[in-house]
């Protein structure tokens, strides 16, 4: 069975830092996009950020503009897994944050893998 798993969630406060891990299981993404996406209640699923495989050893990397500059996606191929560090984090950023994979882009159909999601809560 093919999976990711999110894990890292938890509360911060504002200015914190946490950091979101992505496992996949049961096939390699190594040369697949794999992103991260989130969603307030009320709201549409958001882009975060992609690592999309461009050629031999190097990733694209894309940001939303919410979080360019204060978040940073990361990739591990032998672990198989997706890193986001968040860094001085805004209420705004609360929510649950999902991880895709097997896909590319900046919409959630882009991908086939979906995360359960990790709750990340930004205390004011």
């Known amino acids: 069975q093919v999976k990711v798993v999110e894990s890292g969630g938890g509360l911060v406060q504002v200015g914190g830092s946490l950091k979101l891990s992505c496992a996949g299981h049961?096939?390699?993404?190594?040369?697949?996009?794999m992103a991260w996406f989130r969603q307030s209640p009320g709201k549409e699923r958001e882009f975060v950020a992609e690592?999309?495989?461009?050629?031999?050893?190097?990733?694209?990397?894309n940001y939303g503009g919410s979080v360019q500059g204060r978040f940073t996606i990361s990739r591990n191929k032998v672990l198989n897994t997706v890193y986001l560090q968040m860094n001085n984090l805004k209420h705004e950023d609360t929510a649950v944050y999902y991880c895709?994979?097997?896909?590319?882009?900046?919409?959630?159909?882009?991908?086939?893998?979906w995360g359960q999601g990790t709750q990340v809560t930004v205390d004011s």
């Open positions: 690592s999309t495989w461009e050629r031999a050893q190097i990733y694209k990397i």
């Open positions: 049961g096939r390699s993404f190594t040369g697949d996009g």
């Open positions: 895709a994979a097997g896909g590319s882009g900046i919409t959630p159909a882009g991908y086939q893998y």
